[in-house]
């Protein structure tokens, strides 16, 4: 199954938390955040403006996002976790 995202929504999978800080501290899971780092997996085709112009989703699968903490919808296909999010909670682009 995959899933197809509608409108501006994309679909990330996060990337995996650092275990050991910078200077080599190994960290607890309960020490670990949530981590803000995704990678898009799927894209919506975009949204119409007030005019009927589609306006596409300004990311690609593949791109590496920061996405605002706590936001969009958790889902699990086939044992993997992926978040759905709306293209406005998409911090920025890590290139």
Do not use: F, H, Q, W
């Not at 894209?43 to 119409?48: D, H, L, S, T």
């Amino acid at each position: 199954m995959t899933i197809k995202p509608l409108s501006n929504r994309v679909v990330l999978k996060n990337l995996e938390a650092e275990e050991t800080t910078k200077g080599g501290i190994i960290l607890t899971s309960a020490a670990k955040e949530k981590p803000e780092i995704a990678e898009v997996i799927a894209v919506g085709e975009g949204e119409k403006n007030e005019n009927g112009v589609l306006i596409p989703v300004s990311v690609k699968v593949g791109d590496k996002v920061i996405i605002a903490k706590y936001t969009g919808t958790n889902v699990k296909l086939d044992g993997e976790d992926y978040i759905i999010v709306s293209e406005k909670d998409i911090l920025a682009i890590v290139e």
